[in-house]
T-cell receptor, first 112, second 111 residues
Framework: DAGVTQSPTHLIKTRGQQVTLRCSPKSGHDTVSWYQQALGQGPQFIFQYYEEEERQRGNFPDRFSGHQFPNYSSELNVNALLLGDSALYLC???????????FGSGTRLTVV | SQQGEEDPQALSIQEGENATMNCSYKTSINNLQWYRQNSGRGLVHLILIRSNEREKHSGRLRVTLDTSKKSSSLLITASRAADTASYFCATGPYNNNDMRFGAGTRLTVKP
């Protein structure tokens, strides 16, 4: 049973560019949440998707946007990249009922 | 914004010793969860304790919850070098919606 899959593993982008990160949830999970984790910090909630809609959003600017597809996979898009966007981006999936997220291994984004 | 705050920020112990990490949070919760993260990779769910529970065990892990003090503790008994990781507490008001993490405790277990 595959867990959460994220791609790519690592990514280097230049300031001002745009990036798309991808996430496939665990089988049986239909809710996807995205987190940003700066070095030495805890994960910060970006947003959550359920039934292809953004259900909740954390304190992130509109440069951060997302999408969920009918197969429950999700994308995180970041426009106009800043140096401060350099971080580990984690995707987590969860079932509608029940508790406990399953996290992917993350995408390490470096903005230069 | 962070919800939980772990204490201490870093902890270094010898193999075989017990490790205790604490977490404080700010708002009412339905449950509190502990996660582990190795070397900046994905988080692994360790244990969940509901707001009406005071203590829970899972193998070498023991979690306590004091809702009156808005605090929780994670005890790892008989620690091993493989327990070296960062440990985070996370709170979620309604099921898994909008789960918030603390900054974590970095545990180092020396062989």
């Amino acid at each position: 049973d595959a867990g959460v899959t994220q791609s790519p593993t690592h990514l280097i982008k230049t300031r001002g560019q745009q990036v798309t990160l991808r996430c496939s949830p665990k089988s049986g999970h239909d809710t996807v949440s995205w987190y940003q984790q700066a070095l030495g910090q805890g994960p910060q909630f970006i947003f959550q998707y359920y039934e292809e809609e953004e259900r909740q959003r954390g304190n992130f600017p509109d440069r951060f946007s997302g999408h969920q597809f009918p197969n429950y996979s999700s994308e995180l898009n970041v426009n106009a990249l800043l140096l401060g966007d350099s971080a580990l981006y984690l995707c987590a999936s969860s079932p509608v009922e029940g508790y406990g997220y399953t996290f992917g291994s993350g995408t390490r984004l470096t903005v230069v | 914004s962070q919800q939980g705050e772990e204490d201490p920020q870093a902890l270094s112990i010898q193999e075989g010793e017990n490790a205790t990490m604490n977490c404080s949070y700010k708002t009412s919760i339905n449950n509190l969860q502990w996660y582990r993260q190795n070397s900046g990779r994905g988080l692994v769910h360790l244990i969940l304790i509901r707001s009406n529970e005071r203590e829970k065990h899972s193998g070498r892990l023991r979690v306590t919850l004091d809702t009156s003090k808005k605090s929780s503790s994670l005890l790892i008994t008989a620690s091993r070098a493989a327990d070296t990781a960062s440990y985070f507490c996370a709170t979620g008001p309604y099921n898994n919606n909008d789960m918030r993490f603390g900054a974590g405790t970095r545990l180092t277990v020396k062989p």
